[in-house]
């Protein structure tokens, strides 16, 4: 910063106002040090750029003990290797109910669409007959729905606790855990029901593991 000097060749009795007016501003000399390069999206989406440079832990990976996950680890109990590999009682208990809701929802919808569009109705309109159909649809998909999750819950959780006791995996201890799931299910309804969801349940749990073990 330069400053024009006064006629009596002293600065110091210039007023602050004026120096600051007469005061001229020169910019100071630019760094020689080079500016980084901006990183662009394509820059990370093609893999150019270093995601180290990003933060010091970047690219340690799997050089963290607690970045790794046991997600593939398969259940090791005597016999579980089968077609449909398990990770564990968990596992089975989620993936299993859902799959068994979800199942029963789409029979019961099914089951209910055929229903409703058979139905006789008082007046042939429309509106009438996709109500019926919805209120079917409705009625039968909660109902199986819910049935098929509850029996999976059940089965799923009286199964790994037969081979927790057991040591091991194999069809007597899933037709085991299917007998008690039916006997348990239709338990409120007397003892015939009782035997025969038993003996249904028991059967299909059989065939199921069966099947796992063959294909």
Excluded at 18 to 28: C, G, Q
Excluded at 114 to 123: F, Q, S, T
Excluded at 168 to 194: I, N, Q
């Amino acid at each position: 910063m330069s400053s024009p000097s006064s006629s009596d060749g002293s600065s110091s009795s210039q007023n602050a106002t004026d120096f600051l007016k007469n005061a001229r501003f020169t910019p100071h000399a630019a760094s020689s040090a080079p500016l980084p390069d901006s990183v662009t999206a394509s820059d990370l989406l093609l893999g150019a750029y270093d995601p180290a440079k990003l933060h010091p832990m970047a690219g340690l990976g799997d050089q963290l003990d607690y970045l790794v996950l046991d997600d593939d680890k398969t259940n090791d109990l005597p016999g579980s290797g089968t077609a449909i590999p398990s990770r564990g009682w968990s596992d089975d208990l989620c993936y299993g109910t859902g799959t068994m809701y979800l199942g029963g929802l789409a029979l019961g919808g099914a089951w209910g669409l055929r229903e409703g569009a058979r139905r006789p109705l008082a007046v042939s309109n429309s509106r009438l007959r996709i109500n019926s159909i919805l209120n079917s649809i409705t009625r039968r998909g909660t109902f199986l729905g819910n049935s098929a999750g509850v029996l999976a819950l059940g089965y799923n959780g009286i199964n790994s606790t037969i081979d927790a006791v057991r040591g091991k995996h194999d069809t007597l201890g899933s037709m085991a855990a299917g007998a008690l799931t039916g006997a348990l299910f239709k338990s409120t309804a007397g003892v015939k029901p009782a035997l025969a969801a038993a003996t249904v349940v028991s059967g299909l749990a059989g065939a199921w593991s069966y099947v796992k073990r063959r294909v």
